[in-house]
């Protein structure tokens, strides 16, 4: 929320006073973190985190995937470096 704009002061108030509209989860893998169920959020909320980082379920049912994939740097080195039409560059 911090990232989306939200003052992170704002934040450590709404979880030590136990605001209602904020509902805080402990991070399971690191306890310095803090998590906010995404499903309590005011719809203003959602619409800043959809705004900053795009449709959460989407990024959730992609996760999967993307912890398998494995950079090939060499590739993308190749590809970096590949010119065509007089010097011009993939994107």
């Given at each position: 929320?911090?990232?989306?704009?939200?003052?992170?002061?704002?934040?450590?108030?709404?979880?030590?006073?136990?605001?209602?509209?904020?509902?805080?989860?402990?991070?399971?893998?690191?306890?310095?973190?803090?998590?906010?169920?995404?499903?309590?959020?005011k719809?203003?909320?959602?619409?800043?985190?959809?705004?900053?980082?795009?449709?959460?379920?989407?990024?959730?049912?992609?996760?999967?995937?993307?912890k398998?994939?494995?950079?090939?740097?060499?590739?993308?080195?190749?590809?970096?470096?590949?010119?065509?039409?007089?010097?011009?560059?993939?994107?």
């Amino acid at each position: 929320m911090v990232a989306c704009g939200i003052n992170e002061l704002y934040l450590r108030k709404a979880k030590s006073s136990g605001t209602k509209c904020w509902s805080f989860i402990n991070d399971p893998s690191d306890r310095r973190k803090v998590l906010i169920n995404y499903e309590s959020l005011k719809d203003q909320y959602k619409k800043m985190v959809i705004s900053k980082f795009g449709n959460p379920y989407e990024y959730m049912a992609k996760e999967p995937i993307r912890k398998m994939v494995k950079p090939d740097f060499k590739a993308e080195d190749h590809f970096r470096s590949y010119r065509f039409d007089n010097d011009k560059s993939l994107s």
